[in-house]
Nanobody, 126 residues
């Protein structure tokens, strides 16, 4: 069974940085495409970023985070990380990682991902 656990959330000022990590137990994450999603209060959950399986040669970002967020794999640690720089108050949300056993080389792979973590809260103060 795939179990995902997010970590690294917290409170940061506008312009600051945080690094989120998605750790897996019971499986090797290189066999899965992994996505990061977020849900702000009163809003629907949205896709933030995704990385293809294996070496993670394909990465995807929603427009609002391009140039500020970077997704990467740490295969030694069996994690997928999301480096978030230049944070804005509108980035405040619960961030979730999700996984699917699929190559993840196009956006469709990140729709309906079956495995989810419980989320980590990111709060960006103005």
């Amino acid at each position: 069974q795939v179990q995902l656990v997010e970590s690294g959330g917290g409170l940061v000022q506008t312009g600051g940085s945080l690094r989120l990590s998605c750790a897996a137990s019971g499986v090797t994450l290189t066999s899965y495409a992994v996505g990061w999603f977020r849900q702000a209060p009163g809003k629907e959950r949205e896709f933030v970023s995704g990385v293809s399986w294996g070496s993670g040669s394909n990465t995807f970002y929603t427009d609002s985070v391009k140039g500020r967020f970077t997704i990467s794999r740490d295969n030694a640690k069996n994690t997928v990380d999301l480096q978030m720089n230049s944070l804005k108050p509108e980035d405040t949300a619960v961030y979730y990682c999700a996984a699917a056993r699929t190559p993840g080389k196009d956006y469709s792979a990140y729709v309906g991902m079956p495995y989810w973590g419980k989320g980590t809260l990111v709060t960006v103060s103005a």
